[in-house]
């Protein structure tokens, strides 16, 4: 599985139709209050709720128990359908009855089928003292086990006339028809069908299996690698591959030798950079430019050295940096008097420029704390309504952003005032 699994939409409906939708509290005959789809962990009196949020109460509340429980007891590998259906049987039947239940010590051992038979034995419940089948019981038992054996490709057709059913206790209640004689007859090898190879692994071995990855995630150890394909043996008679051919393969794989010359990449020819003169300093003498190089056909043939041409002068631009620098005074004028001819601002004129950025960073701290106690309570107790779900992470992002952005600017302008 690639990860935990949840229940499906389809195993949640089935959950819901059964257990019932409350919209205000009810008390039960053993004192406990229930509310919406079968909570009583919070409800009390009074308590009202819509459909809406009662479902959100199941999911994120009530289910994920159930769920841990069936993810650290199953030790084999479950289908989505499979899982739907155990998390709708343990919660009707508690967690501790699931666990001692005869459906999770069959369903460890590899055997589903009888996993699904079990749980058809807890269909009765205690009426006025006495022990009865319950209809209610029976139609959510029925319901669980079709589930639970649906096959995520879809139902499996077994014709009547194919298998025909016959009660538990082993009887013979429609006249079987006469037994047909068994025909043996000899066959060639060419004639037999072919055999096809069963693929996959039985019951009990997908549940050893998962057993084993369980432990060696637990334990820290790597599963043992499969088992490697064992190599051809030679036939009496029959050769080997030669030295000389060993050494070829290894020489082919090795590559050239380390000594063999490599030929060499074709040079880049760079011409000279643009020429910078500069008065008072001399200037270097013009490099040659560098050849092309080309590829030889026969790399161990030295190339004869190539002569090196003069440059013609470079025509450069012609920058001096001792001349003196004329400033021009209006300019430095107008730029003071656009600055506040440099002056420091007046006490109420630097206390406006920091003031609202410093309301602006408490509020944004504020709303950061709020939202996450808001936090800390809808983990600590279910959020009866929609809103809750939203508020704290609201209320967190805002405040955090705006204390971060306000802080910032504040820090600005309380810099630029010193």
Sequence with gaps: ???????????????????????????????????????????????AVSPRD??????????????????????APLTQNEFDALVSF??????????????????????????ASDMWLWRRGRVSGEVKIIDALVRRRAAEIS??????????AVPGALIRPIPEDGGQPFPQPPERAVIIEARAEDERPAVRAR????????????????IARILGESPPPPPSRPTR???????????????????DLAGPAEDEPLPQPPGVVKGPPDGIERRRAARPAPAAPVPEATVSAAPETPQPPVPEAPLPP????????????????????????????GQRPTGAEALGRWVPYALLSGLGLVSLVLGVRE??????????????????????????????????????AMTQDD
Aim: proline letters at 7%.
């Design 54 to 75: 009662a479902e959100l109460v199941l999911v994120h509340s009530d289910l994920p128990p159930i769920e841990q429980l069936i993810q650290d007891e199953v030790l």
């Design 199 to 214: 693929g996959g692994d039985s019951g009990p071995q997908a549940a050893a299996r998962a057993v084993s990855e369980r």
């Design 90 to 115: 343990a919660w009707n039947i508690g967690p501790g009855a699931f666990q001692s239940s005869s459906v999770l010590s069959n369903l460890n051992e590899g055997d589903r089928l009888a996993a």
């Design 147 to 156: 589930l639970f054996l649906t096959h995520p490709s879809g139902p499996a």
């Design 233 to 251: 043996t030679l036939e009496p008679g029959e050769e080997g591959p030669s030295v000389e051919d060993i050494t070829r393969a290894i020489a």
């Design 375 to 412: 936090l800390v309570d809808v983990a600590a107790e279910p959020a009866l309504y929609e809103g809750e779900t939203w508020l704290g992470p609201l209320l967190s992002l805002g405040g955090g952003f705006l204390f971060v952005v306000a802080t910032y600017y504040l820090y600005r």
């Design 1 to 47: 599985m690639g990860g935990p699994l949840r229940t499906s939409a389809r195993g949640l409906e089935l959950i819901k139709g059964f257990e019932g939708f409350r919209s205000r509290a009810s008390r039960l005959p053993d004192g406990r209050w229930i509310v919406g789809y079968g909570h009583t962990r919070t409800a009390r009196p009074g308590l």
């Design 314 to 341: 470079a025509e450069g631009v012609i920058v001096d940096d001792l001349a003196p620098v004329e400033i021009d005074q209006n300019g430095i004028q107008r730029a003071l008097e656009e600055n506040g001819g």
